[in-house]
């Protein structure tokens, strides 16, 4: 008989009741793919679906090979008897945030590779692909991995791979394992960088002048990588937004339980809102802020404030004083004047970095602030030091502004307060902060980021064992069996100009304001600021009714019969 602490020793590195028992969940597959117990590679072949960017000459002439072969066609699976490549080596390689269900695209790359072929593994990520850190995964990886969250097993990181040099890197990484392919796991922009790698690595690689095959394979818990109905959603979208909800559910509850605090609540995603609509939805919150319509009707921090403090006095008049209030964590870049400002420090920061580098931590303000336009310069000198601080903080290496480290949620209570005191200065407004983002991206993946991302890796190894490079594995038709399909990369690239250069750019897609999500939002969210609507969906659950729920922006978007999903039969 084993003791009680034998017991809890068991249950160590990733051995918990829950871990064990998670590994042992079925998962369905499209029918495509033949029995899900031993899946099998699908073909594909070319559709009548062809994507094109806003540059197509540009785009042609960038990625000549990639189009060429592709004619940026989509490619549907055309059926489960290919006759399998064998010794194969390929790459896998997670890039950016983690999302939950990366583990489960390797387990599906995996088992759709077979024994046959070998499958590495990168460590943390592009910069590990830079120095050649690769291992092989095993079938007891595998086992070990599946459906567990987070990016662990490999690691990640956001090195983008733009220089000479750094292809030279990956060119000798490839010779050195002998790749035959590279699955790049991300969002937005890691997948431009897998088009350019693409077209990079497309011939001349190997001894006898054969190219390497790059495959994306669409993360990001933003939601913001969407292709109409070839892609409804990213991974990870899913497990991050319940989790949040049930975090939210649970401070709505809390606020009319305790009847004195609001709660203002920012939510992860660096640009599109979609997070915060869909965990709007999941819980009915007395506000929600959504930075697209922000910016479509060019509503100023002023009046975005005004707004949130008219429904704190409202909600207050009505006996309510609390409430919650959800903002997105792009937000700020989406306020017109806001983003003017950011623009403008871009350039600034980007002009004059050493300078800028070389200034005392106290002078970087006053530095910036004397080579701003006048408007700019005053704004800046306006917004409280913890805002200044994060917005001169370094960007990151695809130039992003990381919004994650602004604390948006508290100029929204600060400047609430002061606006709530001019219009009612009898209303109390006692307020905390929260910032929901690391918790929500690392989970146990859903049953519908489970099964989604271990049919993208089966998707992936098909892809790959029947030659394609330059595509994105995807799976339609979610709510009725799923179809495992590819997007041609080099279809999706617009060229932008930005700071005289031209930049390739996998267009993030925002929230839309004519989606019907976003219209049941607009139609139902006063009912919510007024009376207490909300609702607590609860932790995700793994087994129980709600097991097998999609996002409600998917559903509602996707004019789903159902708000269930299917995979397989
Ligand atoms: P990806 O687009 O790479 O998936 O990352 C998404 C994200 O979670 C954003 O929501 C957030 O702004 C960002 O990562 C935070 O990045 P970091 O992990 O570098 O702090």
Redesign the pocket.
């Known amino acids: 008989m084993s003791t009680l602490t034998d017991q809890l020793r068991q249950t160590e590195a990733h051995r918990s009741i829950f871990e064990c028992a998670v590994r042992r969940l079925p998962l369905p597959t499209c029918a495509a793919f033949g029995s899900a117990d031993k899946p099998q590679p699908v073909s594909f072949v070319a559709t009548s679906r062809v994507l094109a960017s806003n540059d197509p000459e540009g785009v042609r002439a960038q990625f000549p090979q990639s189009v060429a072969a592709s004619g940026n066609a989509v490619l549907a699976a055309a059926g489960s008897n290919l006759r399998q490549a064998q010794g194969k080596r390929v790459a896998v390689l997670f890039s ?2 983690p ?1 939950a269900g990366g583990h489960n695209v390797v387990c599906g790359l995996k088992r759709v590779l077979g024994n046959g072929n070998t499958l590495f593994g990168v460590r943390a990520g592009p910069k590990g692909l830079l120095k050649g850190t690769l291992f092989e995964i095993t079938d007891a990886n595998v086992d070990f991995i599946l459906n567990t969250g987070g990016f662990d097993f490999l690691g990640s990181d ?1 090195t983008k791979i733009k220089s000479a040099e750094q292809f030279a890197q990956v060119r000798e990484t490839c010779v050195r394992y002998q790749l035959d392919a590279i699955v790049v796991v ?2 937005d922009d ?1 997948n431009t960088n897998a088009a350019v790698l693409a077209e990079t690595l497309f011939a001349g690689v190997k001894a006898d002048g054969s190219g390497v095959q790059v495959i994306g394979v669409p ?4 939601g913001d990588l969407q292709v109409g109905d070839l892609l409804s959603i990213s991974f990870g979208f899913d497990t991050a937004t319940r989790i949040y909800s049930e975090m939210v559910g649970n401070i709505l509850q809390d606020t009319s339980s305790s009847l004195k605090y609001w709660h203002f609540v920012k939510l ?3 640009s599109a809102s979609h997070v915060a609509l869909e965990v709007a939805l999941q819980t009915k919150p007395a506000i929600a802020l959504i930075s697209e319509e922000i910016a479509a009707k060019q509503e100023s921090l002023a009046s975005i404030v005004d707004r949130v403090a008219r429904v704190i006095v409202d909600r207050s008049h009505r006996g309510m004083n609390y409430g919650v209030l959800l903002a997105p ?1 792009g937000l700020i870049e989406f306020i017109p004047e806001m983003n003017s400002l950011i623009a403008e420090l871009n350039d600034v920061l980007a002009h004059h970095a050493e300078e800028f580098a070389a200034q005392p931590e106290d002078a970087r303000a006053g530095f910036v602030g004397g080579k701003l336009s006048a408007g700019n310069a005053a704004l800046l000198a306006s917004l409280p030091a913890y805002i200044v601080r994060m917005l001169l903080a370094e960007r ?1 290496s695809h130039g992003n502004l ?3 480290l602004i604390p948006t949620e508290q100029l929204l209570i600060d400047m609430a307060r002061k606006r709530v005191g001019e219009l009612d200065p009898n209303v109390p407004f006692a307020a905390h902060n929260h910032f929901l ?1 690391y918790e929500g ?1 690392c989970g146990a993946p859903t049953l519908f980021d489970a099964a989604y991302t271990y049919n993208l890796g089966l998707t992936a190894g098909s892809l790959i064992l029947d030659g394609r490079t330059g595509y994105m594995a995807t799976v339609t038709g979610l709510g009725s069996g799923g179809k495992p399909q590819a997007i041609p990369l080099a279809g999706l690239i617009n060229i932008e100009r930005r700071h005289g250069k031209d930049e390739f750019v996998i267009e993030k897609a925002l929230v839309r304001m004519d989606s019907p999500a976003m219209q049941y939002f607009i139609a139902r969210r006063d009912d919510w600021a007024r009376e207490d609507l909300f609702s607590s969906p609860g932790p995700r659950q793994f087994w129980g009714p709600t097991a097998n729920q999609l996002p409600l922006t998917v559903a509602l978007n996707s004019g789903a019969a159902s708000l269930m999903f299917r995979i397989g039969d």
């Open positions: 950016g945030g999302a956001r991300g969002g890691s993360k990001t818990i933003d992860m995603g660096r964590e990151d990381q919004v994650s983002g991206r």
